[in-house]
């Protein structure tokens, strides 16, 4: 399935249409969003507006899903009890489904899928434990990590992603 | 002779109700197959059974062929059974001899595809009219004295209201307020929207009036403390906490505040000025007496300070008592009216805005206060940090308004009295800059759009956006308001030196005692509960008891003051009776069955505790005995008596469980019995008809007033008569209250009904098959849903398999009949 046409599902399921259809478009999420006072381009509560009206290309081709940093004051100030922070966390999923990831996002995520861990030990920290005297960094275990993204399907895109030379730059 | 007593000589009357009916069934077949049924005198189809003519055919069949039942098979009786009940008796026969069958919204107008099975289902139903008919009994309405007096709980404005009107009517009214003074929340506000009308002003007059009536008992500074009886007799008992002055000597001069060591938050103010322990709440009180409040006085047992009593001994006036006690005064009233008014959300609760945290963010109230000329800052609006004049106001709107974490409704008149007070400080102050953050601005009455209109010219700025956050600069004490505005699309944050927030009203502190001592019920805001939103927004559900103004929700002064003069007509259509008459559907106890005649020591009083309305009392030794005044008719006491001692007029459980016989005559396994009460879940059923929401056509219902009223019985017969599925269907149960007509009725249909699914479940009889549900009249679209979904599990699980539970259950069940019920009445044909 494209990953415009699983918004779709998600947004046109009905239990969870009922939830986002309430919002009567207060602005209190883009009143409290850290992000929009940075860059005005980026609105809460306009995206919540396309995702109802149902201009999912729109959300997914932009970065803008981006840039939530999860600090989830629109959630928690929310008078319909929307879960706004929620719904932008699973559109990024959705998002990166179909390649539109920041670059820097999609190296990390290949890291971890490859080697357990999302920053790689450099040689010099290893050094310098040692002449620390503190115990050595204990190697991540790798095939555990991988189990756990399978059974919550991380390798699904990641494999896609992995395919596409490069993610979008932001 | 009584032609009603002696054999039943039966009438049937088809309507085709133009094609509503007839475009689906054939009516002609249906009067046929009635006459067929035994003691059906005559059966006719016609095309409007309510019309002239209709009503005529019946009169002239009853008078010629000595007819003493009637039934009609037309629309639900909730529409026009008060239609024919008084066409029948106009013909002199008992109105109570009368039923009908619910052809259109139970069948027409939802099984228009269902051809056959939808032939089938009328004649069950007409069957089951019939069969009920049968059993019917002649019903006297009761006749109750009515006192010719009213209670009005509440002296805002909309009590105020409703006193002069019952006043200038002629009744005698006792007005209870618990305050020093009456005049309200009106008499807290400054001006009033859209004309800036001197609150107070307008107020004091109408406030001045209703203590000086003669037919008006004014009760301040008093509570209602226990209510019994029922309409036309109520016995109210109220206490008149003690005042120690003596209102007859007082002459409001005011001595005893001044030399009062006492300071106190003072409630009039908002808190925002001080009073004394003894005070008057404001300068236009009434009754203008000064208080002693004795919470907060120094101490009156031992005597800690006489001050106040020196003062005034000195004065001449000698009013003060510190021996007074509280004063219970009881009286009889027809009709009570509640108008107790709102209270405001806590606005410290919605953590984000910063009252209570920040000095400069006030409340509307707080700042009506301020405003008004006779307030704690003699009319200047200045900050709380430093008393300096504000440069910048911002108000914001829904504060804990529309809010799920709060309160989900608009409280209705913030839009409004956030424009007033703009445009006031706006007036007192031009180079004032305002803003006005909202979501949005509901202007909706009589010249409150132009008021809005006057305001944005006023240059006031309205600003859409909910404010995330308001933070403080510490230094100054200035605040910044975090907003998104939404005519640019961008994020703002607003510095003003005064923020005040438009919080939600919410119901009066005491509003749920106050409701169970008069037994009548809240919504699930807390709000007093109308009978009807729509056709009876002033009834509660006790006869006699009226509700008006804020406290039925929050309201503005036109709509508190029609409410009042509403709540005045009403009260007054009982009170202008020598006689009220009552339905007779009550509940009747045998004084041989009743175990409280048979055995002197028994404990039993089931009934009485069931009974929402205490309508039944049980003397020791005695057996109890309904008050047919009191009773409501739920039949919940019915339902509930282990000796089945009780019965209720007009709906019997001889009479019930005929209908269940003839409705589960033919292919009981493929049929869903449904016992519907009439006020929500019959209604729920009306409106999936009305609105045409198509089911199936398995289910054949059964109407009692209440769910409450099922009686285990009920269901065991149904199934013992082998039903393929029983749903028992009341008002909503949830965790947030009942919505039950009733009141609690609900509340044991469902102890009941579990309880027994586990006895059904023992007996082998899958615990799916008997539902309980919750359908409010609103809910048609549940209602067929159910069905459908009640229909496809019938099916999934197979005739023959409910067959064979149901063979496995029978012994068992007429064993359990056998004790309870009249055997000839549940024996197959």
């Known amino acids: ?170 | 002779m009584d032609p009603s007593l002696g054999p039943s000589k039966i009438g049937v009357y088809v309507c085709h109700c133009g094609l509503n009916i007839a475009g689906t069934l054939d009516c002609e077949a249906l009067a046929k197959y009635a006459s067929t049924l035994p003691d059906v005198q005559v059966a006719r189809d016609y095309r409007y059974m309510c019309a002239d003519p209709g009503q005529v055919q019946i009169k002239k069949d009853i008078k010629e062929l000595g007819l003493n039942r009637v039934i009609v098979a037309a629309c639900s009786p909730r529409m026009h059974e008060p239609t024919f009940r008084k066409c029948v008796s106009e013909a002199g026969l008992n109105p109570y001899l009368f039923e009908m069958a619910n052809i259109r919204e139970h069948c027409s107008w939802c099984h228009p595809h269902a051809g056959d099975l939808a032939s089938e289902k009328a004649k069950d139903l007409i069957a089951s009219a019939v069969a009920k008919a049968r059993l019917l009994a002649p019903l006297q309405e009761i006749e109750v004295g009515v006192e010719r007096s009213a209670l009005v709980i509440g002296g805002g404005v909309s009590g105020i209201q409703a006193a002069l009107d019952l006043s200038d009517m002629g009744f005698q009214v006792y007005l209870v307020e618990r305050e020093p003074s009456i005049g309200g929340r009106m008499a807290q506000l400054d001006k009033t929207f859209p004309t800036l009308d001197c609150s107070i002003c307008i107020l004091g007059p109408l406030m001045v009036d209703v203590s000086r009536r003669n037919n008006v008992k004014l009760l301040a500074y008093s509570e209602v403390d226990r209510v019994d009886g029922y309409v036309g007799n109520f016995r109210v008992r109220v206490i008149r906490k003690p005042q120690y002055v003596d209102p007859t000597k007082c002459n409001a001069c005011g001595e005893c505040s001044k030399v009062c060591p006492v300071e106190v938050p003072n409630e009039f103010e908002a808190g925002l000025g001080w009073r004394k322990a003894i005070y008057t709440p404001f300068p236009q009180a009434v009754p203008p007496a000064y208080v002693l409040d004795d919470k907060n006085c120094l101490g009156l047992v031992p005597l800690a300070c006489s001050k106040c009593r020196e003062a005034c001994d000195k004065s001449g006036a000698q009013a003060i008592n510190y021996d007074a006690r509280p004063d219970i005064i009881e009286f009889r009233v027809g009709t009570i009216i509640v108008a107790t008014g709102y209270d405001l959300l806590d606005a410290s609760e919605v953590r984000e805005y910063g009252y209570g945290v920040y000095p400069n963010v006030m409340t509307c109230l707080e700042l009506e206060r301020m405003i008004n000329a006779a307030g704690p800052t003699g009319g200047k609006v200045i900050r709380p940090s430093d008393g300096k004049t504000p440069k910048r106001v911002a108000f914001i709107q829904c504060v804990g308004s529309r809010d799920e974490r709060w309160r989900a409704y608009c409280s209705g008149f913030c839009c409004m009295y956030t424009i007033k007070n703009a445009v006031l400080l706006k007036d007192h102050y031009p180079d004032l800059d305002i803003h006005i953050f909202y979501i949005d601005m509901r202007t909706n009455f009589k010249g409150y759009e132009e008021f809005y209109r006057r305001a944005r010219e006023l240059g006031i700025t309205f600003i859409r956006g909910k404010p995330a956050e308001v933070s403080e600069d510490p230094t100054t004490g200035n605040l910044v308001v975090f907003s998104e505005n939404q005519m640019t699309g961008r994020t703002m944050s607003l510095e003003a030196d005064l923020v005040v927030l438009s919080q939600s009203a919410v119901p009066r502190v005491g509003m749920d005692k106050l409701a169970r001592t008069l037994n009548i019920t809240t919504d699930g805001s807390g709000f007093l509960l109308e009978a009807h939103p729509k056709l009876k927004p002033i009834d509660t559900s006790t006869s006699g008891i009226f509700i008006s103004g804020s406290a039925q929700g929050p309201k503005d002064i036109p709509f508190s003051v029609a409410q009042g003069s509403a709540a005045a007509s009403r009260a007054a259509r009982i009170l202008s009776k020598d006689k009220w008459r009552i339905e007779p559907i009550v509940s009747s106890i045998s004084r041989d069955l009743c175990i409280h005649g048979r055995d002197p020591k028994a404990a039993c009083q089931i009934c009485v505790s069931r009974c929402p309305f205490q309508a039944i009392s049980a003397e020791p030794g005695q057996p109890a005995i309904v008050n047919p005044a009191k009773c409501q008719g739920c039949g919940t006491c019915v339902a509930e008596c282990p000796h089945n001692a009780i019965t209720q007029m007009h709906f019997t459980d001889e009479q019930i469980m005929s209908q269940i016989r003839e409705l589960l005559r033919s292919e009981p396994e493929k049929k869903i019995l449904a016992f519907l009460c009439n006020w929500c879940s019959y209604a729920g059923a009306d409106l999936a008809g009305t609105s045409r929401f198509e089911y199936p056509a398995s289910v054949r219902t059964v109407r009692t007033m209440c769910s409450g009223r099922v009686d285990k019985d009920f269901v065991m017969a149904g199934f013992m008569m082998g039903a393929g599925m029983v749903l028992v269907s009341g008002c909503r149960l949830t965790d947030m209250g009942s919505d039950c007509h009733y009141i609690s009725g609900n509340t044991w249909a469902k102890k009941r009904v579990e309880t027994l699914r586990r006895v059904l479940e023992g007996m082998g009889i899958s615990g799916e098959r008997l539902r309980l549900e919750w359908i409010s009249a609103a809910e048609g679209q549940k209602f067929a849903e159910l069905i459908r979904d009640m229909d496809q599990k019938l099916q999934a699980i197979g005739s023959e398999k409910i067959r064979e539970e149901n063979a496995r259950a029978k012994p068992n069940l007429e064993r359990m009949l056998r004790r309870t019920v009249i055997p000839a009445q549940i024996v197959h044909a």
């Open chain 1, 1 to 170: 399935m494209k990953a415009v046409d699983k918004v779709r599902a998600l947004a046109e399921n009905e239990n969870y249409r009922k939830k986002l259809a309430v919002c009567y478009q207060c602005g209190v999420c883009t009143g409290g969003c850290p992000v929009a006072y940075v860059k005005p381009e980026y609105n809460p509560r306009r995206m919540l507006e396309a995702i109802i009206l149902g201009q999912y290309d729109e959300i997914l081709s932009s970065d803008l899903v981006w840039l939530c940093t999860s600090c989830h004051s629109c959630l928690e100030r929310c008078p319909q009890r929307i879960e706004v922070s929620e719904l932008l966390i699973e559109l990024r999923n959705l998002a990166a489904e179909s390649g539109n990831i920041p670059s820097l996002l999609l190296e990390r995520a290949k890291r971890i899928a490859e080697t357990g861990q999302s920053t790689p030990i450099s040689r010099a920290s290893v050094v310098w434990r040692e002449k620390l005297n503190l115990a050595p960094i204990s190697p991540a275990n790798v095939e555990e990590i991988q189990r756990i993204l399978q059974a919550t399907n991380f390798p699904g895109w990641t494999e896609r992603a992995r395919n596409q030379t490069n993610g979008r730059r932001s």
